[in-house]
């Protein structure tokens, strides 16, 4: 976006306690016309803080809006209505805020395709302002932190999506922005990459204050990290604060975790489909909340029901965050759902 009014480029500084992102009555929907008028909106009136220096989780299965959210606080998507302020600032109005201020991992990043691992590192970092012998060092600190030192001279369009995934996380970190985010970071990574990149997010966070945004529907192991979290559903914010205050709101409830036999998993999903409380995790895997009190029996009761034969294992456990985002949204967090629309769409 271009400036026509001769407004400066770049905001003033934040000022003290001031939230990095405002965004206010904020909604997108895509089409013109009479299409606009009758389209299902990607987004619609979100009412966001995130305050400084948290890390904060956005969470959603594909095609709740947290892609197209996420696309307009970096201002590649105009909103059709609401505004996004960036420390303090409108976005629309300052444009180089966002450069000035968000380094931005997208879900499938593009970019860059034709440096080699360590070239992409390094000219990310001297485009946001390293000297070139400080985005060198950062390239190969970075390079060697990630484990990358195999395919440093490979081009990234060559790379696994596992290896472009760290290469993209690296470039991300370059340049020490004071806000981070990060769309599906875990996605086509290993357990152990996974590890290290929850790890290694935990430390940017505390050691710069980084103000860090996650992307995922990952919720296991976000629940680790996140401090506050927004849950998306249906283009809306359904559920926003901190993970301890939004699992106090199920403290009365266990869960019941069955993981089924495939060879007599019918029968037993018979028994579960008409039970209340019972939701369907993925094939062959259930969970059943029951309230605390009364609890030991009711859980006697389902396994009677289901028959523990049929059963690879069962655990019983406190709510979850995951259990919290069913209650919101009536079901388990998926990512085999619909693309959001925004990835698909130009401006």
Excluded: C
Aim: hydrophobic share 40%; glycine share 6%; no cysteine.
């Amino acid at each position: 976006m271009i400036s026509t009014n001769h407004e400066p480029i770049n905001p003033p500084d934040q000022a003290p306690g001031q939230a990095v992102y405002h965004i206010e009555r904020l909604t997108k929907i895509y089409g013109r016309g009479r299409a606009l008028q009758t389209a299902k909106p990607a987004n619609q009136d979100i009412n966001l803080d995130i305050r400084p220096g948290e890390i904060f989780g956005l969470l959603g299965s594909n095609g709740a809006g947290k892609s197209t959210l996420i696309r307009q606080m970096v201002n590649l998507v105009a909103p059709t209505s609401g505004k996004i302020l960036l420390m303090g600032q409108d976005i629309a109005r300052y444009p180089g805020a966002v450069t000035r201020y968000v380094a931005y991992m997208p879900q499938k990043p593009h970019a860059l395709l034709d440096l080699t691992a360590e070239e992409a590192i390094y000219y990310t970092g001297h485009m946001r302002g390293l000297s070139r012998p400080a985005a060198q060092q950062e390239a190969r600190r970075l390079v060697e932190e990630w484990g990358l030192e195999d395919v440093r001279k490979k081009a990234v369009r060559h790379l696994s999506g596992g290896q472009h995934r760290l290469v993209s996380l690296a470039a991300t970190l370059t340049g020490n922005l004071p806000v981070l985010i990060l769309d599906e970071p875990t996605n086509e990574l290993d357990p152990a990459f996974r590890k290290q990149v929850w790890e290694q997010i935990v430390q940017v966070n505390q050691k710069r204050g980084t103000t860090i945004i996650l992307v995922t529907h990952n919720v296991q192991e976000a629940e680790r990290v996140i401090q506050r979290v927004a849950v998306m559903s249906q283009a809306r914010i359904v559920g926003l604060g901190r993970v301890s205050e939004l699992k106090a709101q199920m403290e009365q409830e266990v869960s019941l975790e069955l993981f089924l036999r495939p060879d007599v998993a019918a029968a037993a999903e018979m028994a579960l489909e008409d039970m209340p409380g019972a939701r369907r995790l993925q094939p062959y895997q259930w969970s059943v909340s029951v309230e605390r009190t009364g609890g030991e029996e009711a859980i006697h009761r389902i396994l009677s029901l289901v028959k523990l034969e049929r059963l690879e294992d069962f655990r019983v456990h406190t709510a979850s965050l995951e259990d919290v985002y069913m209650r919101l949204t009536g079901h388990a967090i998926s990512h085999e759902e619909s693309e959001d629309k925004s990835l698909n769409v130009k401006r």
